[in-house]
């Protein structure tokens, strides 16, 4: 149980190792209302309803808040998942399939 490498961490690990070829540091995880923002669930949660473009020109951001269980009292919360989505996963999203490998 140490060591788990479940598809959480194996997409978590492809995302940091990603993020690294191009220069942009995950320290420490991105946080909106106090909350850690689980990367590789907001990635999954957006491609559900339909990805980023689909996300965008219907407005499902607020979806994407409720289905993340962000509080609907953290302020700007659907802006805020917006900025994380572009800043730390629409690189990652923008790979092919093939590219997606750990």
């Not at 788990?4 to 978590?12: A, D, Q, S």
């Not at 559900?48 to 409720?66: M, N, P, S, Y």
């Amino acid at each position: 149980m140490l060591n788990r490498w479940g598809p959480n961490v194996k997409e978590m690990s492809a995302i940091r190792k990603y993020l690294a070829t191009q220069s942009i540091a995950l320290n420490q995880p991105p946080l909106i209302g106090g909350m850690e923002v689980d990367l590789p669930r907001l990635y999954q949660t957006v491609q559900q309803c339909g990805g980023l473009k689909e996300v965008i020109e219907k407005k499902r951001w607020t979806r994407v808040a409720d289905a993340m269980k962000i509080p609907k009292s953290a302020q700007d919360r659907v802006t805020k998942l917006d900025d994380i989505y572009c800043k730390f996963l629409l690189p990652y999203d923008t790979l092919s399939h093939g590219e997606l490998r750990v």
